[in-house]
């Protein structure tokens, strides 16, 4: 038998619908996994450790058909080797409507932790006949086709919104241990002293390896166009990151991203019902307040949207639809004090 037979850790982990009780899931896939792990020797071990060896990834290649072979390319990528190799699989999806800018960065910073064929994105259109174009289509085009999922609905509709991301994420629990749900602006990551040079995409093997831990939240960010420190105009052709900073904490966006089984997400994905542990290691770095003119014009362009009935009665979402004074108050009200990002950032969100 061979070791990717005798590794198949998350072959049985159950997601099916009539199975709610995720502590239970959790200790079954624990005795599964420490009965398979007995059974291999200190040889196969080493065998399968030497797959995981840490190498400092070379830049993104150009090539996008999620092949490419290379030292640091998505298919030889530590977390791809690892998950190809263990029988373990992780999938990471977005959900966008007209996202030229974060999606391309998106793209850009997770193609380095998952294979092409591992990323998913589901476009927002609010009519059959609507098609992306421009920068939002070359970004869009990055992406197996196979994996764009084109879905109509007329109105920006939040709850809406979490039905489909519920959905897609009890899907794509079918064919993956492990899922990454994270919008176009969020962008994880963990600092240096934890996995090294390969950070997000070893913390997630190590998480798809840690059977009794169901699901984990982050540790929000926001990353803050601080005009009153002196930061300028944004220049489109350098890194976002090169010129902004400053941020700040925001308990809001401590989500429940990275699970192995359906969570009962709130509305806006900031809550879920499930008691989910915090790591404090996994960041999640909030990119919406990058820059103060492009967050004004984003919002006014969304607060022209046709909103749900149900939204507007209720509150949801009311941020989308603040325009003017308003919206500049709603900017400059920050959470917790404006600190200097740390250094080593840049490094990990390396060209965002």
Not at 197 to 219: E, M, Q, S, W
């Amino acid at each position: 038998m061979s070791l990717r037979d005798k590794y198949a850790k998350f072959d049985n982990i159950d997601t099916s619908d009539d199975d709610d009780d995720w502590a239970a899931q959790a200790a079954k896939s624990a005795s599964r996994e420490a009965e398979k792990l007995a059974k291999l020797s200190v040889e196969e071990r080493a065998e399968m450790e030497k797959h995981l060896e840490p190498w400092k990834p070379a830049a993104p290649s150009p090539y996008t058909g999620g092949t490419s072979k290379g030292p640091g390319s998505r298919e030889t990528s530590p977390l791809s080797i690892a998950l190809q190799f263990g029988k373990q699989t992780a999938g990471i999806f977005t959900i966008v409507r007209d996202e030229p800018i974060f999606l391309a960065l998106w793209y850009k910073h997770y193609s380095r932790q998952f294979a092409n064929k591992d990323m998913h994105v589901l476009v927002h259109v609010t009519s059959e006949a609507e098609q992306p174009v421009g920068p939002f289509a070359d970004a869009l085009k990055q992406f197996d086709a196979e994996n764009v999922v084109r879905l109509v609905n007329a109105e920006y509709d939040q709850v809406w919104l979490n039905e489909v991301v519920a959905n897609k994420t009890r899907e794509m629990l079918r064919s993956y241990a492990v899922v990454l749900f994270a919008e176009a602006d969020e962008f994880l990551t963990v600092p240096p002293d934890v996995y090294g040079p390969h950070t997000l995409a070893d913390y997630i093997f190590n998480f798809a390896g840690d059977a009794g831990k169901p699901a984990v939240r982050c540790k929000g960010y926001e990353i803050h166009h601080d005009t009153f420190a002196g930061e300028g105009p944004l220049d489109p052709s350098k890194p976002i990151l090169e010129q902004r900073k400053r941020w700040h904490r925001n308990t809001l966006y401590d989500k429940a991203l990275l699970t192995k089984v359906p969570l009962k997400w709130s509305l806006g994905f900031h809550t879920c019902e499930e008691k989910v542990e915090q790591d404090e290691k996994l960041l999640l770095v909030h990119l919406h307040k990058y820059d103060f003119p492009k967050y004004l014009e984003r919002h006014e362009a969304r607060a022209k949207f046709v909103h749900s009935e149900s939204s507007v009665a209720n509150g949801y979402q009311a941020h989308y639809r603040k325009t003017g004074k308003e919206l500049v108050t709603q900017y400059m009200d920050t959470p917790s004090p404006i600190e200097d990002v740390p250094e080593w950032l840049c490094e990990r969100l390396e060209g965002i």
